[in-house]
């Protein structure tokens, strides 16, 4: 499941540092990893659990994100933009 799929069900995320996903989930939707770092993964899985109303509160704001910013219409848009450019 992409981060993205998680936010938009109302899910914590956690994303390694490897490609785009650390410009989209920050420490109010998730948390990052250092790509290949056991000792970076855990200690972020420690920082997404410490409450369970965190937890949840985290995900409803990554579901409240993707609405705004990500919906299927946005995308669309985004990507006929994209297309229209890109043959111009």
Do not use: K
């Not at 989930?25 to 250092?34: H, I, Q």
């Not at 410490?50 to 993707?66: A, I, K, L, N």
Request: net charge negative; glycine share 10%; hydrophobic share 45%.
């Amino acid at each position: 499941m992409t981060p993205l799929e998680a936010m938009a069900c109302g899910r914590a995320v956690l994303v390694s540092g490897a490609g785009v996903w650390p410009l989209v989930v920050d420490a109010e939707v998730g948390a990052e990893f250092e790509t290949g770092s056991a000792l970076s993964l855990a200690a972020s899985l420690r920082q997404l659990s410490p409450s369970p109303v965190q937890f949840w509160q985290m995900g409803q704001r990554g579901r409240h994100r993707v609405i705004e910013f990500h919906s299927l219409q946005r995308e669309a848009d985004r990507t006929n933009t994209l297309y229209g450019w890109m043959m111009a």
